[in-house]
């Protein structure tokens, strides 16, 4: 089965960077992209960005644009969260998705486990 593994996060000060590492292992044919998805406490699970994996176009929520890129590397089976200017709104559980299908956000998802990212101020 589709088996992701995130790495990457921890604890960081407000204005900081971060980068978050999904490997992927056991991914088929029908995994057309690979998206990240937030969970602050408290709150509902949110679409952050996602990744085709054939093109490489990318998708973004609109209120992290600028902030935070998605990049992949296919022959290593990884995908990046690259967050810049972190915020303390940031703090989350953050979420790699294997997206089967297609690329977009609804599609139906395979989950990591999470991975905790905490901004003090």
């Known amino acids: 089965q589709v088996l992701l593994v995130e790495s990457g996060g921890g604890l960081v000060q407000a204005g900081g960077s971060l980068r978050l590492s999904c490997a992927a292992s056991?991914?088929?044919?029908?995994?057309?992209?690979m998206g990240w998805f937030r969970q602050a406490p408290g709150k509902e699970r949110e679409f952050v960005a996602a990744?085709?994996?054939?093109?490489?176009?990318?998708n973004y929520a609109d209120s992290l644009k600028g902030r935070f890129t998605i990049s992949r590397d296919n022959a290593k089976n990884t995908v990046y969260l690259q967050m810049i200017e972190l915020k303390p709104d940031d703090t989350a559980v953050y979420y790699c998705?294997?997206?089967?299908?297609?690329?977009?956000?609804?599609?139906?998802?395979?989950w990591g486990q999470g991975t905790q990212v905490t901004v003090s101020s």
């Open positions: 998705a294997a997206l089967h299908f297609t690329s977009r956000p609804s599609s139906p998802k395979t």
């Open positions: 056991g991914l088929t044919s029908s995994v057309a992209g």
């Open positions: 990744i085709n994996r054939s093109d490489g176009s990318t």
